[in-house]
């Protein structure tokens, strides 16, 4: 009988109690049969993602929720990871980073990060060509790309062909960069766009073209006609770019499919997933919108048999909890339960000559009374036929505390459970 492994992540599902879920997590309140179903056959624990105390951005998590870990070693950053998974030009030297459309008062105070999330690709394609048109910084060429909502990647290239300096800080207040990672900083009140500041002298050059092209960006923006629309339309106007994640060099990293000896595929929708799944060697496949939960599970029951590991990524949790919306919370996993788990059962009920194990957790913690990445600990599900239960019944952070597989890091979780599977008389 063949065994296949399915490993979905929910982005930002851990949480903690909720006011407005009469002190329960989203995951406790939500109704979740499918959910349950699998836990009964299960094993429950706890994951932190990348250590205690650091609260990671998807990116760096993700990576360790996939084995990889950097504790001790520079990472290469976030905007090159998305300028791979948006099939941008990056070459070694370059300078990419994540950057977010953002909303700013005349004193460039930050009034929505993400320029009230109501940004459709029309009004995102036509502030890029007008920065493109408009922007000019000297010696430097740049590419600039829109790609899921409020998300844009920049790459800046040196015309002579130089290389640019990483080692420079974000303008956007809300992470800080350490070696590399970056990590979430708690909401405040009131946050500022931030000047970028060079931390190494090969890297000046760096905090210069940033800063730069962020004032410009401001400028060129403030009474652009797209803003104009935009008001008039009663949506948030688009005036900034925030920078974040700077990197300029290549990733080379161990496939996963050697470190590990099985066929990985992965059902990724968002630039930073699709560039892990590129840099690791995984299988991508077309998730179509993040939200289309039946057709993911429909790709996924129909792939199955060309791999041995399938990681999935779903996206929905994080953004309510980012937006503080505790409700919204729970219904994105009672949706997730019931369009994407739910006909994948079914489907794999009908392949009998397939062996299911499901490894179930998060990337990282966004609670919703916090609107922010925090290193709250993850549940983690292990499930298949053979999996001797231990009083887990459902997939919450309450069963996560009282699991026999207890507290661990996000780079164990994948050697782990394969321990655990092989301790079942499976060999992988």
Do not use: M, W
């Given at each position: 009988m063949q065994k296949k492994i399915i490993y979905v992540l929910l982005d930002g599902i851990g949480d903690l109690p909720h006011p407005d879920l009469d002190g329960l997590t989203p995951l406790e309140a939500a109704q979740t049969p499918n959910l349950d179903l699998i836990a009964h056959n299960g094993v429950s624990g706890e994951v932190t993602s990348v250590g205690k105390g650091i609260a990671p951005q998807s990116d760096i998590a993700v990576f360790n929720m996939l084995s990889y870990n950097f504790k001790d070693q520079d990472y290469?950053?976030?905007?090159?990871?998305?300028?791979?998974?948006?099939?941008?030009?990056?070459?070694?030297?370059?300078?990419?980073?994540?950057?977010?459309?953002?909303?700013?008062?005349?004193?460039?105070?930050?009034?929505?990060?993400?320029?009230?999330?109501?940004?459709?690709?029309?009004?995102?394609?036509?502030?890029?060509?007008?920065?493109?048109?408009?922007?000019?910084?000297?010696?430097?060429?740049?590419?600039?790309?829109?790609t899921i909502g409020h998300r844009v990647i920049l790459n800046f290239r040196k015309k002579d062909g130089g290389k640019l300096g990483d080692n420079i800080t974000n303008t956007d207040p809300a992470y800080d960069k350490i070696n590399g990672m970056g990590v979430a900083m708690l909401d405040k009140d009131e946050i500022y766009i931030t000047e970028s500041k060079n931390k190494d002298i090969e890297s000046k050059f760096s905090a210069e073209i940033v800063n730069s092209f962020t004032n410009q960006v401001v400028d060129v923006l403030r009474d652009s006609k797209i803003n104009k629309k935009r008001i008039n339309a009663e949506l948030l106007p688009i005036n900034c770019i925030l920078l974040r994640d700077a990197g300029n060099r290549y990733p080379h990293i161990q496939p996963i499919n050697d470190k590990f000896n099985l066929n990985f595929a992965s059902l990724v929708d968002m630039p930073v997933e699709i560039g892990i799944?590129?840099?690791?060697?995984?299988?991508?496949?077309?998730?179509?919108?993040?939200?289309?939960?039946?057709?993911?599970?429909?790709?996924?029951?129909?792939?199955?048999?060309?791999?041995?590991?399938?990681?999935?990524?779903?996206?929905?949790?994080?953004e309510f909890g980012h937006d503080g919306n505790a409700l919204g919370k729970k219904k994105s996993i009672e949706e997730i339960d019931a369009h994407f788990f739910k006909p994948l059962i079914e489907e794999l009920n009908n392949k009998e000559d397939k062996d299911i194990y499901f490894i179930i957790s998060g990337d990282h913690s966004t609670p919703c009374i916090k609107k922010a990445h925090t290193d709250d600990p993850i549940p983690l599900l292990v499930s298949g036929n053979n999996i001797i239960n231990d009083g887990t019944f459902r997939f919450t952070e309450e069963y996560a505390k009282k699991g026999k597989i207890g507290k661990i890091l996000g780079f164990e979780v994948i050697n782990q459970s394969l321990n655990l599977l092989k301790n079942n008389k499976h060999k992988f």
């Open positions: 290469f950053g976030r905007g090159v990871v998305e300028c791979i998974g948006c099939n941008i030009d990056f070459k070694e030297g370059n300078l990419a980073l994540r950057g977010n459309f953002a909303t700013i008062d005349q004193n460039k105070r930050i009034i929505d990060r993400r320029a009230g999330r109501k940004i459709s690709s029309s009004d995102a394609t036509e502030v890029c060509n007008l920065i493109k048109e408009k922007v000019i910084i000297k010696d430097i060429e740049f590419f600039i790309k829109p799944s590129k840099i690791l060697g995984i299988t991508p496949y077309d998730a179509g919108n993040f939200n289309e939960y039946e057709l993911k599970s429909k790709i996924l029951a129909d792939k199955i048999n060309n791999h041995d590991f399938f990681y999935v990524h779903l996206k929905g949790p994080d």
